[in-house]
């Protein structure tokens, strides 16, 4: 019993950095076609841009948090105005290609940066442990959870409740349209982008305490992103959260329970299946086959 | 007839390369003749069908591994552990093309992508069969008529020859009907289904005939380097094999092999740029998606017919499909 | 109206139902076509012609009813199949294969017809051409054409899969008054030439009128009137259905 709370705990925290990465991946996806394959690497520089201000600059905590999602919200732009704009009329396998060609160049800038050695990102509550039922379950695990909850709750007010967030959702569904309405389209789009570098920033930083910060570990994430977004439904932001939480409980319950070898296969297993009996996923709108 | 000379332009320059350049520079030539075999295999599913595939790398790997075991396991000659290592990646390929073909675009991209992730995962951990990560060493080498195919130069006229008959049928199924059929249901599905084209059939074809070169490019690989591992066949390769056809020009067995050819060697040629080479690889991947969409095939036609021959009524103008 | 039964009927379907989620876009139609007959199916916008052409076709299955081509039922049947049993279909604003030529894409249709040989094949494409005019554009790319001449490409194209049943979607639409004047003139010496049966979709009034020798008249998902060009043009109904619920009314 104690084991599997804090299995259970570590499956959710970890879920919560995927839940994190695809509701990233979505949000792009909804507001500007794109399938962003360097999703991934979005949080790996999430967690390197904790690395340079929290380890390499050496700020406090508080500050040093801001600074990297200052750098984050920086890269977003930067990542708009370079690689959306000129990919943004392409097919779908060039936009595949191309943004799986800059995440080969963010990973190796990063390599030339920080080197191949592992850092370890420290949490605000390193080493602090939580009694529940018998189990101990590190602080930081339940902290990821909270705060992630915290976010998905800011964002559905940010989508739901602000002007903002409602213009971004009407160019999301009809650019043209809301061009005409007088929508600033482009800064809207700019903004998703920064919005989406901003939510990997954090998953990054969350992810850092918990495995280390290792140039390589984008395409991981991507990997169970992608597997997170299908399973919930392609396009859809509940999807995105209840297919994350799936796949970061698949992985910790399958790697203690079935094989730690084969736990990766239990999501992927369960995304293609969900692609070959129900490619809307969970949450996702019907495929509609009418013309 | 102009496809066929400058695919014979092509492999005649790669055998006049293989009397000039270097033992270095004929490893490489043999790892781009290998990827040319795999990426004209692509050419069929997403050049002629449109099917996104980024599990290309898993059928190369279905096909190495099978006659690695075969030759390892079993003792087969590596001529014949090539013929079921490729008919049963075919098979394979039929199997999971059925289901898996309802399925268009970026989720068809992403289903082949989370299979190649599953052969890496089965691959690396069936231990007894595959050796795990520690792949399977001593694969032999192939034999012709009492003389060892070995060294890099012999294996590359040998994997010329492959390439010049793959490229040869490749071209006649473009000139053939299910050529134009395949083509056909890339352009518009529902109007060649109208024209009696069975959709998904053809579709299934496609994905199979690109499984079977890339599991011939698989054997050319395990008896080229005579050893195997799952990070040789894994996702990043899948998305390579994709890169070079995009990059030489889809739809274009020549653009396929020049596409391989320089992927193969740009990292190479970036080496002198020191450790961020691939960084700036990236970057060039990207400028050649943005400034060539058609590849450098697409750049050549352009080049040889600088002006599109203008529509022959002012009806013309009208908002029609554009390839 | 029992031609449905008669023994020279090519295609028939009885009681069509086709809903999309509560709308019902077809309700109970029947369409019977006899061997080499010429048919148009006329309506207002969104009576539903395209909906029934879909469901002939395969492209949309029916919610209830039955499609038997030459005595055999193909409702359950994919496009494809119908197409190879003998049906054949042009679209709206024609839809051709950009990249294949203009022989290629007849060379794509006439494959159907199996155990021809690539030079038969080529050469039996290249026939059809030259009947159409066309023989001389044949290793154009379709960017060359013009919408006219890629309208009479996509017509060849299905007549080179010798259907039985050809159902013309709105052929003339777009083209300009000498093209149309071509068109006709062509489906009249096909029919002559080739005995195929033809169901038109079109709203050039002049074109169904001079064609058909059968009008089929569908609107909001009903078929309202059948006749004779001459019939259908006193039928009331039709008239109301033209001109809205108001003339009729003012009719009476």
Redesign the interface.
Known sequence: MADLIQLLTNGLALGSVYALAAIGFVIVYSATGV?NFAAGQFVMLGTFAGVATLVNAGWPLPVGYAGALALMALFGLLFYAV?YL??SK?P???I???T??????????A??TFGSWPFRLVSPVEGMMLEVAGAVIPLHAVAVVVATALLIGLLWLLLNRTALGIAMRAVAQDARTARLMGLRVNALLAFTWVLAALLAGIAGLMLGPMWFADVNMG?PIA?KA??AT?IGG?GSLPGAIAGGLFVGLAEVLGASYV?S??K??IA??A??LF??VR?QGVFGERIQD?? | MRSVLVLAALLLAGLALSFVVSEYTLRLLNMAVIAAVAVVGLNFA?GYAGL?S?GHSAFVGLGAYGLAILTTKAGWSPWLAAIPAVAGTGLAAAALGY??LR?K???L???T???N??FG??A??WIELTGGTNGIAQIPGLTLAGHRIEGERTFLWFGLAVLAVLGLAALAIHASRLGRAMMAVRDDE?AAAMTGIDVTGVSVAAFVLSALYAAVAGCLFAVHVHFVSPDDFN??HA?TF??ML?VGGEGSVAGAIVGAALLTFLPEWLRVLG?????????M??AI??FL?TGIVGLARRWRRPVRPAASAPGGARPGVQP | MNAAMSAETVLAATGITKR?GGLVALAEVDLSVGDGEFVALIGPNGAGKSTLL?VLTG??APTSGHIVLDGRDVTRLPTHRRIRAGLGRTFQHGRLFPRLSVVENIMVGAANRTGRSESALRRHALAQLGRMGLEHMADQPISALSYGNRRMVELTRVLAGEPRVLLLDEPAAGLNLGEVEDLMARLRAIRAEDRVAVVLIEHNMGMVMRLAERVVVLNFGRRIAEGTPAEVQADPAVLAAYLGEGAAHAGH
């Open positions: 399938v690689v000129p990919l392409s779908v396998v060039t595949i290609i191309g799986v060609a800059i995440g080969i160049t963010l990973q190796n800038a390599l030339l395409d990997l992608f597997a299908i392609f094989s070898a084969y990766d296969l992927f297993g995304m293609i692609l070959l490619p009418r013309g | 997403f996104i980024l289901p898996l399925l675009g970026h989720y991209a992403l289903a992508l989370g299979l992730v599953s995962i089965v690396a951990n529902t996702v990043a998305i994709l890169s995009i450790e961020g080479y691939l960084a700036f690889f990236g970057l991947m990207l998606l943005v969409p | 999309f879909n492209l949309s």
